[in-house]
């Protein structure tokens, strides 16, 4: 559609894919004008962030690819995509962590009056975290709020609370890939314009888990932080070398394949 923001600032050439997972190369300051460009125009639209546990995920369900496929913003949240991204599309994207985009899309509704909705975690982690982001944004408006450990049988009860409160942009916060399958379901019915999946943000935010060290973001080993701060997340993080496995696969076949000059 000419004259669309969204489409503006989209584009095929921003996309690309990883084994059926579409994710995009932005930067931090070009992921939140795509957001507000969403809230301006807006329709319905889906942020997730692509990570490699997601992208093997969405190899074993076809739900779970589709509903990523469907997303208009795909942030590469996870040094094992962006290495990926790099060396299979030669693309020199950077990481955009969905815990580092949350704050700022709240800093963004700050400034432009935009209301939220945080949905999702237990009810005292939910609670801080509402009450962390006042603290840091006190012109936010935070318009509702609701734990993450509501029965089926509530959701419409829910939904039309999320529609009532006038919220333009929805935190999600369930876990993957609760969240992506919750959005499937339920924003078709939804009338904000910005549905962001935040997984455990919520617990950074109310302090109760904390995000690693300065120096291991620096060297991307974040994740090995999470493992060595929670050793039971080992079961999950099996999905990386399996990641890893699959990316070298195909680079290899890529050179092999590449006719000589
Ligand atoms: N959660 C929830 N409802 C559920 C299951 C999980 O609200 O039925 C919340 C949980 O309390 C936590 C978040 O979802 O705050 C999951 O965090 P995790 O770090 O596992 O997310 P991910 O690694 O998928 O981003």
């Known amino acids: 559609m000419p004259g669309n923001p969204i489409n503006q600032v989209s584009g095929e050439e921003r996309r690309v894919e990883l084994f059926g997972v579409p ?13 507000d460009a969403m809230i301006a125009s807006g329709g319905s639209h889906k942020v997730l962030a692509v990570n490699p546990e997601k992208v093997m995920a969405a190899q074993a369900d076809r739900s779970i690819a589709d509903s990523l496929r469907s997303a208009s913003l795909l942030i590469p949240d996870g040094i094992g995509v962006v290495l990926a991204t790099r060396l299979l599309h030669g693309r020199p994207i950077r990481r955009v962590a969905g815990a580092d985009l949350m704050p700022e899309i709240c800093a963004l509704a700050a400034r432009r009056d935009y209301k939220v909705f945080l949905y999702g975690g237990r009810d005292e982690i939910n609670k801080a975290a509402v009450a962390e982001l006042q603290r840091r944004y006190p012109q936010l408006s935070v318009v509702g709020s609701q734990h993450g450990y509501l029965d089926d049988d509530q959701m419409p009860q829910l939904v039309q609370r999320i529609n009532a409160s006038g919220a333009q942009v929805l935190f999600l916060a369930l876990g993957s890939p609760r969240q992506e399958l919750w959005m499937e379901e339920h924003l078709p019915h939804l009338s904000v314009a910005v549905c962001q999946g935040v997984g455990g943000t919520f617990d950074v935010l109310a302090g109760a888990v904390k995000r690693a060290p300065m120096v291991f973001q620096r060297l991307h080993l974040e994740w090995f932080f999470r493992l060595l701060s929670d050793p039971r997340r080992i079961v999950r993080q099996t999905a990386l070398p399996r990641f890893l496995w699959l990316v070298a696969r195909t680079w290899l076949y890529q050179i092999f394949r590449r006719p000589a000059a």
């Open 23 to 35: 994710v995009d190369s932005v930067d931090m300051d070009s992921a939140l004008s795509m957001i």
